[in-house]
C-alpha cells in the first residue's frame, strides 16, 4: 500500500469522528476527551519529527549537493533551513542576580505601574469608560496599547 494511502485513510477517520462530533451522533466534549487521553497529536508531532530528522539526513547525505539547501524531483522541492538560535541564561547565576536586582529598582517598579496604569485604562475604554492620568490630568490614550487574545482551550484529565 502507498504511503498516500495510509495517510488518507487516517485523514478520514479522522474526519469522520469530527463529522460525528459536529453532527450530534457523539457529544463533541466525549470525543475532544477521548482524542486528548490518546495522545494521538503528541504522537503525532513526535512521528513527524523522527522523519523530519531522518529525511534532512537522506537528503543531506543523498539528494542535496555541498554548499546547496534545496533539492527538487518530479513532484516536490524539499528546501533544508537552518534552525535558529535562541539564547537562555537562566541557570547563569550573575544573569540572575541582575535581573533580580532590576526587578527592585525603583525604575523597574515605575514601569509596572504605568503598564499596569495602561492596561486599566485599557479595559475601562471597553467598558465605556475612561480614566484620568493623576499627573497629567488628562484622559489616558490607550490607542497604543496592543493586545494579544488568544483562543480558549479546554484541558481533559482522566478521572
Known sequence: MKI?????????????????????????????????????????????????DESLQVLRDNFIEHGKKSYADSNYRYTIRAGSTRYSFTAVEEVKKKKKDLELSEQYKQLKATESKYKTAFILKQKGQSIVDEDTGEIIDVSGVNVVYSSDSITVKRL
Do not use: P
Not at 463529522?19 to 470525543?31: F, L, R
Open 4 to 52: 498516500q494511502n495510509h495517510i488518507e485513510q487516517v485523514r478520514r477517520s479522522i474526519e469522520n469522528l469530527t463529522e460525528y462530533a459536529t453532527s450530534g451522533d457523539i457529544q463533541a466534549h466525549e470525543a475532544l476527551a477521548e482524542i486528548k487521553q490518546s495522545f494521538l497529536d503528541d504522537f503525532l508531532k513526535l512521528e513527524i519529527k523522527k522523519i523530519q
